[in-house]
């Protein structure tokens, strides 16, 4: 039997993004607007995970250096 739990949706599902899209009228505008909000936040998590590594890696380095000395 399955179970009656709701199911959760997820926002890189294709058809989600579509129908978001199609929600509103597409102009030349907004589709340039959309455009560079993606960018934006592809961006902002390159950054994000970047930082994180660079983060981890000085971490590792000064455990070393501790650990060396």
Do not use: C, H
Not at 5 to 33: D, G, M
Not at 40 to 57: D, P
Request: hydrophobic share 35%; charged share 30%; glycine share 2%.
């Amino acid at each position: 039997m399955k179970s009656s739990k709701p199911q959760k949706v997820n926002p890189r599902n294709s058809e989600f993004v579509v129908a978001s899209f199609s929600a509103r009228p597409q102009t030349l505008e907004t589709l340039k607007a959309d455009a560079k909000n993606y960018g934006q936040t592809l961006s902002s998590r390159i950054r994000l995970i970047l930082e994180q590594e660079a983060k981890e890696i000085l971490k590792r380095r000064q455990t070393a250096a501790t650990l060396a000395a």
